[in-house]
């Protein structure tokens, strides 16, 4: 497909982007019971992840680098090896630009077209999208006042009173660890990007109310040490979780009395080797908030 590179924004060949690399949807495949199935519509099954006509061979070439660095230094250490403290460099925070990035723009595609965003968030988001392009460029060295944090979901020892139901009777470990999302909004003067990578919660922040706070999470460009334990979030953006399980739940709702019977001969099938798949303790600690 010939088209505008959304990068260099020169015309070329265009190929097809992942938006969340590529390796992501392959580990969480690779490490599911059955086969992965669509949100919108559960009784699909899905053969790879979300992709899109958006850059050209050379810029995509420009990504491949960090996004070797974050799988080989973060995403499989923690998956895999459990490892809980990581020393980075430059490269971890190009590749949180790139992914946020490559999400805000599309984002900002539909935006537009919908017309449906205030203006002070839509030009804080346009903005913010050319400033990252440059410095994903390398035309210019920082990204101004722009922050990037990544806040690792482990597990929920316990609910508070005032949480909302969906915590006790939904599915937290689940949800969060067994999915792959990324997309931009707005809570009051909060405006972001946020992905989940099965529990590796990058978030861009483009815009902040006085009252965000974020403990332990922040990415810098000069590198440094970031840890997998004693983090914290107070921020408008602690409803996505509840977002996310109740989008989950909805998707359970759709699901077919087949589809539903097939998911059981597979777990079935595997028997007591259940116990080796990560979801297996994601469902026992979820029952555990139910108790």
């Known amino acids: 497909m010939i088209g505008t590179c959304a990068l260099c924004r020169n015309q070329k060949e265009l190929q097809l982007s992942h938006i969340i690399p590529k390796f992501v949807g392959k580990y969480l495949k690779e490490t599911s019971v059955g086969n992965i199935r669509s949100q919108e519509d559960p009784n699909r099954v899905v053969q790879d992840i979300e992709k899109h006509y958006l850059l050209c061979h050379d810029c995509e070439e420009l990504f491949s680098a960090s996004e070797r660095y974050f799988a080989n230094n973060l995403f499989y250490p923690y998956h895999k090896d459990k490892v809980d403290s990581f020393t980075y460099d430059e490269q971890l925070f190009y590749f949180i630009t790139s992914l946020s990035w490559r999400s805000l723009n599309l984002d900002l595609t539909d935006f537009v077209r919908e017309g449906d965003l205030k203006l002070d968030v839509l030009e804080t988001m346009i903005h913010a999208e050319e400033i990252m392009r440059d410095y994903l460029l390398k035309s210019r060295g920082d990204i101004e006042t722009i922050e990037h944090h990544i806040y690792f979901f ?132 979820d029952k555990g908030l139910q108790e």
């Open 154 to 285: 482990d597990r929920i020892k316990s609910v508070g009173e005032n949480a909302p139901e969906i915590y006790y009777n939904g599915s937290p470990h689940v949800t969060v660890h067994r999915s792959l999302t990324s997309y931009s909004g707005y809570a009051d003067n909060t405006v972001y990007t946020i992905s989940n990578l099965m529990g590796i919660i990058i978030v861009t922040l483009y815009s902040m109310d006085v009252d965000e706070k974020w403990t332990g999470t922040q990415i810098y460009r000069e590198g440094g040490t970031l840890l997998a334990k004693n983090q914290g979030m107070q921020s408008r953006l602690g409803g996505e979780l509840q977002y996310w399980m109740e989008q989950k739940e909805n998707s359970a709702e759709k699901m077919t009395e087949r589809t539903q019977e097939r998911i059981l001969k597979k777990i079935t099938d595997v028997g007591e080797g259940i116990k080796d798949y990560a979801i297996f303790q994601d469902v026992l600690d």
